[in-house]
């Protein structure tokens, strides 16, 4: 058996999304995984995605929310990386067929206007940045069984990323109420919980200075026109076929995932 390194582990990473197989955690045969390494191993995953085309758009919070804390059991948000070929385009089915056990939550979706740069970034700085706010879904697709992942395993898995999809109009920050902004999460119909951009770290821009401020430990800033996923105001509904998820925002809009 031969040693687990970051390399090995985005091998392993990748070709459990690319053959559509889960398996066991990273973690149970290499427990000195930590945290750091972890993001190391989600930078070089994204680089072998750069290498094969991908373009990076932008980036996604996860477990900022309670529902989604306690529904993973880690109490730690984490970031991972969106790029262009996460893009679910409007009306388009989540594609099952490309996807391993695929889960949609409703998020809150930034468009930044300019460069955000931690350390020191607050909620209000954070808001100042953000051009666009849209209704969001992501769809989570976990490499790991059963969903069930400690946090190093979680991150060097890009956050479970797999794709995500927006509104079609965008609203300008000013004068939304984020936090008190409503969402209904239906399943063909029937209303399976509710929320408030309160969910997500107190405010959704609270989320993005998160963001910020935690990647510019590894020496990133966000930059202008980047997309920023604040993460799963509830927890998440499994994809099946024909099953219609609605994530009905009371200003920002409705968006619609139906398995395909
Ligand atoms: C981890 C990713 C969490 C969110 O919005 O909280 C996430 C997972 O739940 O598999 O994307
Ligand atoms: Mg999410």
Not at 6 to 13: A, C, G, H, K, Q
Not at 51 to 61: D, F, H, M, S, Y
Not at 105 to 129: D, K, N, Q, Y
Not at 174 to 188: H, I, R, S
Request: hydrophobic fraction near 45%.
């Amino acid at each position: 058996m031969s040693v687990w390194t970051v390399e090995r582990t985005v091998d392993e990473l990748l070709r459990r999304e690319r053959e559509r197989r889960d398996g066991g955690r990273i973690t149970d045969e290499w427990p000195a995984l930590d945290l750091d390494t972890a993001y190391r191993a989600q930078d070089e995953l994204l680089a072998r995605k750069v290498a094969a085309g991908e373009r990076v758009i932008g980036v996604k919070l996860g477990l900022t929310s309670a529902a989604k804390q306690r529904r993973m059991g880690i109490d730690a948000p984490l970031t991972g990386w969106l790029t262009d070929a996460m893009v679910l385009p409007a009306g388009e089915p989540v594609p099952l067929a490309e996807t391993i056990h695929p889960r949609v939550e409703p998020e809150i979706v930034f468009t930044l206007g300019r460069r955000l740069a931690g350390p020191g970034v607050t909620e209000a700085s954070a808001l100042a940045a953000v051009a666009e706010v849209r209704a969001g879904f992501e769809v989570i697709d976990s490499r790991y069984r059963d969903f069930s992942f400690a946090l190093p395993d979680v991150v060097a898995d890009n956050a479970s990323s797999c794709r995500f999809a927006v509104s079609a109009d965008p609203v300008d920050p000013a004068g939304l109420d984020l936090a008190a902004e409503t969402c209904t999460l239906t399943v063909d119909g029937v209303v399976v919980d509710t929320a408030t951009g309160a969910a997500v770290q107190g405010h959704p821009a609270r989320a993005l200075a998160l963001a910020a401020n935690a990647l510019s430990r590894r020496g990133i800033a966000l930059e202008a026109g980047w997309t920023v996923l604040t993460g799963g105001l509830t927890d998440a509904v499994f994809v099946e076929p024909g099953r219609t998820i609605s994530a009905e925002f009371a200003t920002l809009g409705t968006v619609t995932a139906v398995g395909g």
